[in-house]
């Protein structure tokens, strides 16, 4: 296919594609060049949440193109300020920074953080992702990410998930910030245990330090709540937002509490495009598809029920809401295999298969994934 030899010859091979040109989506589904029909279970990385091609999004962001896309940040505009106002209700934060994604989101949070205490020393999270811009990447475990592009930031200590007693060997007096994912999405959907977020903010009382919560991908009703800490019961100094934000328009955020906020000051900070008007009725508009639609709601009713029939295919199976994570052999494979069946899925390992479908979708839509993953492993 000639689309297949021009990505070839044009762009950097970063990426391994599937061998699929998608030309456009409606709600839960995708068609390709060919007008085949695809069910998306995942929704490009948790971030088209409200459906391709909704119509309120598109009447929306439209109306926004035909008055302004960008001045910049030398200026005030309505739209961000409307929707730092609105992310204040949702999240229980403060004061917000707008940028393009997620990985600038965490940046800005570790800068803040050796800003706020003074300190170097960042702790993470074995199997933690944060994105591949050389401070995030410095917090993000895995080594064939990290490896060709060190000497990273340093000093970071890595923590073990859910182990308290590692945890209080590494964190200290010298600890500018704990940063962790409450659902460690591309590790294959891992929880954070109660008791050792419990732990974390105990040991933040006694050594002073940040707690960031990247709610990067676990954001905006992926998990059944608004945001996976509204399931723990603990407000961090510190989160970081992208992906579902902006329903595939780049905006990423970070919100800090007041008492952060008054030790930071002008020029230590910025963005170009961050908080441009696009992107900011964008991600206004996608919260109120999400409130008139109740997906938070449906995503914590069709999540139960997603794991409920995945149980009939896998002994392993994990998440909160409508993210979830499953044990399948061969899970590659088992991508390829159902891809040519209608199906696009995501594996994060070759035994693990990650379901982060959009939060519209509905009892029928997880029946006909079930049913081709069932044909896809007997076959």
Known sequence: MKWFELE???IIQFYRRQEV???RGEGCWLYDENGKKYLDMIAGIATVS???SHPYFIKRVCEQLQKLVHVSNLFYTIPQIKLAEKLSEITGLDKFFFCNSGTEAVECALKISRKFTGRKKFVALKNGF???TMGSLSV???KEFRTPFEPLIKPVEFVELNNIEDLEKKVDDETACIILELIQGEAGVYLAEKEFVKAIFDERSEHGFLVIFDEIQTGFGRTGEWFAKDHYGFKPDIITMAKAMGSGIPIGCVGVTDEVSEKLSKTEHASTFGGNPLACTAS???IE???REKLVENSKKMGEYFRKRLRELSDDVRGLGLMI??????????VSEALKKGLVLNATSNDNLRFVPPLVIGKDEIDYAIEILRRVIRS
């Open 8 to 10: 070839k010859k044009y």
């Open 21 to 23: 040109l998608f030309v």
């Open 50 to 52: 409200i459906g391709h």
């Open 130 to 132: 944060h994105g591949r």
């Open 140 to 142: 993000t475990w895995k």
């Open 284 to 286: 206004l508009a996608t």
């Open 289 to 291: 598809i999400i409130e």
């Open 325 to 334: 994570g499953a044990r399948f052999e061969n899970a590659f494979n088992i």
